[in-house]
């Protein structure tokens, strides 16, 4: 992949929270919990890259750390400002021109670090990013309608002042969200899960941005309705060229809607490829286990999920070596002892294990 066509590079993340703890009746022992460890992957523009994990491996923590919703402990994550192909200030006129120049932002060649920046430079590419959340129920203002919802984000970054321009704005990104122009009168509680869901997608791209991290989006829906949300948002990539960073439990879902796929376990990514190559021969173990979970279609194939023993570790205490080697039913000393180098073992497929030469996992 070229290098002028990534978007966001992510080097080294690390996100440590300080956890206290009762030592004794007078002492608190302060730990450290580390959601986020030495994570490296770049997200290309317009492409979609899928991120998938136990609960607890950290991957909301990584899409909220790209965002700068928390601050990072360490690495860095480059934000390549460089003007896309189709002109985003295309936005009714020269008002978005017109905000950009204002705020300092400035679309060159060289990159710009999110996650050491100023709070004031950082505000300048708040409507660059956007986030779209896990629940629609608690992440809409109920006594705010929809039409306000959707046009928030252009009122705070100070993009648009004039009524008459940010409602035809609204009213553009709702018809492209497959939501009425009726719609935009009422208020969250009048629409069902599906619709909240549009309705929060809308407030998210109402700006325009080049990147968005969609956070266990279509979880809490029927599958009817996630199949409904995951066409929405492929349909809007291709029209508006629109990365993602799409978070999920389900790995049907990720594997219709994702370019590439990152598998997280405590903390740490343990293998990185293309959606086929990931998903037709994966190289790691738990990879392996996560698939075989997948039902399947055809009725002939027997359904005969891999059963891993035990929990996954406490970040507190994560295990010496590979994290994995608790759990992993190929483990051998050199696992439990050595932690395993990431390693690319075909093209653009990276692994973290030990013996990932000696498998041959078939779907």
């Known amino acids: 992949m070229k290098k002028d066509n990534v978007l966001i590079e992510v080097k080294n993340l690390d996100v440590r929270f300080p956890i206290k703890k009762k030592k004794n009746f007078f002492q608190n022992e302060i730990l450290e919990l580390r959601a986020v460890d030495d994570v490296s992957f770049n997200i290309n523009r317009g492409e979609t890259v899928g991120l998938v994990g136990e609960s607890g491996s950290g991957k909301t923590t990584v899409g909220r750390a790209i965002l700068r919703a928390i601050d990072p402990t360490s690495g860095d994550v480059i934000f390549h400002a460089k003007k896309r192909n189709v002109d985003v200030a295309e936005l009714e ?6 905000f950009r120049k204002k705020m300092g932002m400035v679309f060159a060649e060289s990159s710009n670090n999110i996650a050491t920046m100023g709070l ?12 779209v959340f896990q629940d629609p129920y608690s992440s809409l203002n109920p006594r705010m309608t929809v039409r306000d919802i959707i046009a928030e984000p252009l009122v705070a970054s100070g993009m648009m002042n004039d009524r008459e321009k940010i409602d035809k704005r609204v009213r553009k990104v709702a018809k492209q969200c497959k939501l009425n122009l009726e719609h935009l009168r009422r208020f969250p509680h009048a629409f069902s899960g599906g619709q909240r869901q549009r309705i929060c997608i809308a407030r ?24 409904e949300i995951v066409n929405l948002l492929k349909d809007i990539q291709d029209e508006m060229g629109v990365a993602f960073l799409f978070i999920a439990h389900d790995l049907s879902v990720v594997a219709q809607m994702s370019h590439r796929v990152a598998v997280m376990y405590v903390g740490k990514f ?17 990879t392996h286990a996560l698939l075989t979970a997948i039902p399947q279609i055809d009725p002939d194939k027997a359904f005969d999920p891999i059963k891993l023993e035990g929990e996954i570790p406490n970040p507190l205490s994560a295990p010496s070596g590979c994290r994995f080697h608790t759990r992993c039913p190929y483990a051998v000393e050199l696992c439990r002892q050595k932690e395993p180098e990431w390693q690319e073992v075909d093209k653009d497929h990276f692994v973290a294990c030990h013996r990932t030469n000696e498998f041959d996992f078939q779907r």
């Open 204 to 227: 998210a791209l109402v700006t325009k941005p080049d990147f968005v991290v969609c956070d266990e989006s279509v979880s809490a829906l029927d599958v009817s309705i996630q199949a």
């Open 270 to 286: 343990v293998e990185y490829a293309k959606t086929e190559s990931l998903f037709f021969k994966p190289r790691h173990p738990y």
């Open 93 to 98: 006129g020269e008002d978005l021109r017109k």
């Open 120 to 131: 004031n430079t950082l505000r300048t590419y708040r409507p660059r990013m956007s986030l």
